[in-house]
């Protein structure tokens, strides 16, 4: 069983920015980033992962990409999601996610491939 604990949301104006973490109970090889805009549904953001004791790698979906970053700490068991020049439509309830199936596959799939949760916090991006 893995806890997640996210933090960091917040209310920001178009343009700025907000640092998302997400500690983790244990030891996770894939952390990844999901978010939730209303009467849509849940999204994949970015993930970030490290098979076999390569380098992290990370990726992005097109809409974030040269905007977000993701970052981990191994001792804290966190990973962290920068958020920069945000965007109204940016606006959702965000989540990180943990996979228990080893594999870098697993971890860019889908929401039906994560099996632990984060409760979700709140980033709204006003104009």
């Known amino acids: 069983q893995v806890q997640l604990v996210e933090s960091g949301g917040g209310s920001v104006q178009a343009g700025e920015s907000l640092r998302l973490s997400c500690e983790a109970s244990?030891?996770?090889?894939?952390i990844a980033w999901f978010r939730q805009i209303p009467d849509k549904e849940r999204e994949w953001v970015a993930p970030?992962?490290?098979?076999?004791?390569?380098?992290?790698?990370?990726h992005f979906d097109d809409s974030v990409k040269g905007r977000f970053t993701i970052s981990e700490d191994t001792a804290k068991k966190t990973a962290y999601l920068q958020m920069n020049l945000l965007k109204t439509e940016d606006t959702g309830t965000y989540y990180c996610?943990?996979?228990?199936?080893?594999?870098?596959?697993?971890?860019?799939?889908?929401?039906?491939?994560?099996?632990?949760w984060g409760q979700g916090t709140q980033v709204t991006v006003s104009s």
């Open positions: 996610a943990v996979v228990e199936r080893y594999g870098s596959g697993y971890c860019l799939g889908g929401v039906s491939d994560f099996n632990y």
């Open positions: 970030i992962y490290s098979v076999r004791n390569r380098p992290y790698r990370t």
């Open positions: 244990v030891a996770v090889f894939c």
